[in-house]
């Protein structure tokens, strides 16, 4: 079979024949690859390749305790912040008496101009004389505080000076089994 | 926290540990004599051990601690309170909560019946009941008569809800001042609460129970 019977086999031939090359162009070649920026060198299209590089940092111990440090600080402050700026107590609730509040922050008020020192105890503060203590506002005898509370039925009573007991006169009257008369306050949660 | 308040808290943690190890209430150390905190110690552990709430019957020895009672008159009282607080939770029911079965405790010892207390949780699913029993107290407190200011918390128990009870009763409590008797305030008001919700007034007089109302 000669090549012109058989076509296939004419081509494998030619294509098995070297390729002649224009002269100068291996060199040129190479020249260009020296011309491409070295690996690593930040370029518009090799930022990615940046970020995706790991880094060695090196710390000195000291630099290190430094650090953690800094950071642990950091995330406090971030949390207390934080805690601090949503433990307002709800707004006050600027009443005369306490019985007719829904809120959570109750305002205790006394006229007691005589009093030198007034307080108030009862169910929110373990009946003690030194843990509520009222605020005189100027000159005209009237005594105040607010508490923040949860809905529920208190009993309270005023205590003037350390010594004397007195119910609240804005308030309903609640049972007593010790002798001394109690006021009650009822917090709504609905 | 500062390093002053870490300190400061774990000192009185490290104090408490002892007594709350030996299941002494921490809050009545100092405040109660020994001998009847021991007994009071006791009534705790075993309101505890029923599922009872424990802070109602600490702020009634501290009540009467702050009150200068003897401690004879605190015990009393502590196991009067335990005693009412097993009724009430057995009316208003397990899930009851420690808010709820104070004012329960209120009521009942103003006059409402444990049946009454039953009646009102029955007709007050899954709302609160705190305010609607520290109402009928505060109602027999004014001087309403008991069955009457059972009946009208009650009546009021479909619709109402926190606020309208505490205006009602402030309002019944504004007419008994200006002058009115204390049932006469009371129908007035019911009356008007009712009409107010386009539902004929059924206010008991001798405590029977009422006809529930409807919503509008």
């Known amino acids: 079979m000669t090549d012109r019977e058989d076509p296939l086999g004419g081509i494998i031939e030619i294509l098995r024949e070297p390729a002649e090359l224009k002269p100068g162009l291996t060199e040129r070649v190479m020249a260009e690859i020296d011309r491409l920026p ?18 060695t940092i ?43 509040t829904t809120g959570r922050a109750t305002q205790f ?17 373990d009946w003690s004389m030194s843990a509520t203590p009222l605020e005189r506002a100027p000159g005209d005898g009237v005594w105040y505080v607010t508490v923040p509370l949860a809905p529920g039925r ?36 609905s | 926290m500062s390093a002053k308040r870490f300190g400061f808290i774990l000192v009185l943690a490290l104090l408490a540990a002892p007594t709350v190890a030996r299941g002494q209430e921490p809050r009545l150390v100092g405040r109660i004599p020994d001998a009847a905190r021991a007994r009071i110690d006791s009534i705790l552990a075993a309101a505890r051990v029923r599922g009872l709430p424990i802070e109602p019957l600490v702020d009634r020895a501290l009540e009467g601690s702050a009150k200068g009672a003897p401690p004879a008159a605190i015990i009393a009282a502590v196991t ?19 808010a709820e ?4 405790t209120s009521a009942l010892r103003a006059g409402a019946s444990a049946e009454a207390l039953a009646r009102l949780r029955k007709q007050r699913p899954g709302q609160p009941l705190t305010v609607a029993a520290a109402v009928m107290a505060d109602l027999v407190a004014a001087g309403v008569p008991a069955d009457t200011a ?51 007034s059924n206010i008991p007089t001798t405590g029977q129970s009422p006809t529930p109302k409807r919503k509008p």
């Open chain 2, 101 to 104: 079965l104070t004012a329960g």
């Open chain 1, 109 to 125: 008020v006394l006229v007691a101009p005589e009093a030198s020192a007034v307080s108030v105890v009862g169910d929110f503060n």
């Open chain 2, 150 to 200: 059972v009946g009208a918390v009650l009546a009021l128990a479909h619709d109402a809800d926190d606020a309208d009870y505490l205006a009602f009763r402030r309002n019944v409590q504004r007419d008994i001042v200006l002058g009115a008797s204390p049932a006469a305030a009371l129908a007035v008001r019911i009356r008007f609460a009712s009409e107010a919700a386009d539902a004929p």
């Open chain 1, 38 to 55: 070295p690996a690593g060198v930040l370029t518009a299209s090799g930022s990615v390749s940046w970020w995706r590089r790991p880094w």
């Open chain 2, 80 to 98: 009067r309170l335990r005693d009412e607080l097993v009724v009430v939770r057995a009316a208003f029911g397990e899930t009851a909560s420690t």
């Open chain 1, 58 to 100: 090196r710390l000195t111990p000291l630099r290190g305790l430094g650090l953690a440090a800094g950071l642990a600080v950091l995330v406090l402050a971030v949390y207390f912040g934080g805690r601090r700026a949503g433990s307002h107590a709800a707004p006050e609730v600027p009443e005369a008496g306490p019985a007719t």
């Open chain 1, 154 to 189: 208190y009993r309270y009573a005023f205590v003037v000076n350390g010594a004397i007991w007195r119910s609240d006169p804005e308030a309903p009257a609640a049972e007593d089994e010790f002798g001394r008369a109690n006021s009650v306050l009822t917090v709504g949660g």
